[in-house]
């Protein structure tokens, strides 16, 4: 309850200076970030990015022996299609170039390295959906 009256907060403070569709985005991120810690994620990083400027993660937590590269798509409805049909190959290949990053700067081997998206439809109340292992690595 508490959660969620600080993220419209938040949101609603984000509004009135942010493009409408980046506040939107940022509530999603919000929400994906405390489904997954309810989910057992260890959350470790927020909008990461690498040094170039040219490619960021959403949220990189761990989960279990698996470090996981998550990705959140945002819609205000269904209407005009699926969050998480909104991934193409540019994006994947971004999200590939910071997870080996990632990987690299924490020791983690390439095989406890994991995709997933959370797909958040802004429904009255919102709808999330994690999909594990959304893409190969």
Partial sequence: MIGTLCDWLRHTARRRFWNPDLALGRRGEDLAHRYLRREGFLIVARN????????????????????VFVEVKSRRSSEYGLPE?????????????????????????????????????????????????????
């Fill in 48 to 67: 990461y990015r690498l040094a170039a400027g040219d490619a960021e993660a959403d949220l990189i937590a761990w989960k279990g022996e698996h470090l």
């Fill in 85 to 137: 049909r909104a991934i193409g190959e540019e994006k994947r290949a971004h999200l590939l170039r910071v997870a080996r990053e990632y990987a690299r700067k924490t020791s983690t081997p390439w095989e406890r390295v994991r995709f997933d998206v959370v797909a958040v439809v802004f429904d009255q109340p919102p709808q999330l959906q994690l999909f594990r292992n959304a893409f190969s690595n």
